[in-house]
């Protein structure tokens, strides 16, 4: 499960950014993650929860926004969604140059420091 390296590595960036901002905790992490990207979100939210254990990123809510898959056809430059599996078929003349326009995305949007760790009270910043 991928979903696992993801995690730590989106903790791992988290924690350090929240360090240097002398941030006592975090309180919200926002994802964008494309369609195309193979990544459940169910499964990197369970692995999330794990990979904080320990950080500043403990107790933190992850909130993802999913970004569908789109591409353009070379040839006639007709715009459309792709799906999942993704159709790489030029709906309107059948071309096979397409470039992918969106769907593979996988980044940290935001973050929110906690002005205390979970549970020690209530106030938050924000960053991104």
Known sequence: MHE???????????????????????????L?????AGVVPAALGFC???????????GAV???????????CGPCATEWAVGMPPDLGCP????GRVELLAGRELQ??????????PGAGTGAGQEG
């Open 108 to 117: 940290i949007l935001g973050v929110e420091w906690a002005a205390h760790p």
């Open 4 to 30: 696992m390296s993801i995690a730590t590595a989106v903790v791992d960036q988290v924690d350090a950014a929240a360090r240097r901002h002398g941030a006592r905790a975090v309180a919200r992490v926002r």
């Open 48 to 58: 999330f929860e794990l990979a904080c254990a320990g950080t500043l990123v403990a």
């Open 92 to 95: 309107h003349c059948a071309g």
């Open 32 to 36: 964008q993650i494309g369609e195309l």
């Open 62 to 72: 992850l909130e993802t926004e999913a970004v569908p898959g789109r591409a353009r």
